[in-house]
């Protein structure tokens, strides 16, 4: 089992540009959830999918920001119309079942908006 | 709202030293609460949890709910044990169940 795939691992766009971040979980989680990290900050919880729903996106900025897990492929994070404030290292999680159960983490990507 | 405090974001001790990492927490419910552990170029993973009561890796965990806390101790550090250590709750927030990380403590196990 490979673990949490994330890719890419770095990302670098221009203001105004689109990004998109791929999560593909370990096998038999259907479980995925995507956290933001700051710099000097902990992991900050975005949103909590199931495969094509959306079970709790309540740490998502309000614009810009969506999130997606189709019944086939990868999870996307997609953040359009970067800004600086954008830059962080994005964590995709994946669980078997509920949220109190083992997170298991992908290694991040890393976004930098110049 | 949940909320949990990692209140040292640096800590530094001698191989063979006693260690604690300290972690508050805020929550109406009843937690369960993580310790994750982020070594050096690896990724985050679980170190352990209040409801399996075990040691991992010469660390144990105990949740106090009189003093909403959970502290991560080990009697003699090594300095295998250097990373960023993240202190988690689980709890039940905007209609689902999700974990809420405090902002991590460095340590540094000094030779």
């Known amino acids: 089992n490979a673990g949490v795939m994330q890719n890419p691992r770095h990302l670098v766009r221009r203001r105004g540009q689109e990004a998109r971040l791929r999560c593909s979980p370990m096998?038999?989680?259907?479980?995925v959830y995507w956290y933001r990290q700051l710099p000097e900050e902990g992991l900050k919880f975005m949103v909590y999918?199931?495969?094509?729903?959306?079970?709790?996106e309540s740490g998502m900025p309000k614009e810009r920001f969506s999130a997606e897990f189709p019944k086939e492929g990868p999870s996307i994070l997609r953040i359009q119309q970067v800004v600086r404030g954008d830059s962080a290292a994005y964590f995709c999680?994946?669980?078997?079942?509920?949220?109190?159960?083992?997170?298991?983490f992908g290694p991040g990507t890393r976004l930098t908006v110049l | 709202a949940q909320r949990v405090t990692q209140p040292e974001k640096l800590l530094s001790v001698f191989k063979g030293a006693p260690v604690e990492l300290k972690c508050n927490y805020s929550y109406s419910g009843s937690p369960e609460l993580f310790w994750y552990v982020q070594y050096s170029r690896q990724r985050l993973q679980l170190l352990l949890r209040h409801i399996s009561r075990e040691s991992i890796k010469g660390f144990t965990a105990d949740l106090n709910k009189g003093e909403t806390s959970f502290h991560l101790k080990k009697p003699f550090a090594q300095e295998e044990d250097s990373a960023m250590y993240y202190c988690?709750?689980?709890?039940?927030?905007?209609?689902?169940?999700?974990?809420?990380f405090g902002k991590g403590t460095k340590l540094t196990v000094n030779p």
């Open positions: 999918l199931q495969k094509e729903n959306i079970i709790d």
């Open positions: 096998k038999g989680h259907s479980h």
């Open positions: 999680a994946s669980s078997r079942d509920r949220a109190a159960n083992e997170q298991f």
């Open positions: 988690a709750l689980s709890g039940w927030e905007g209609g689902s169940e999700k974990l809420v």
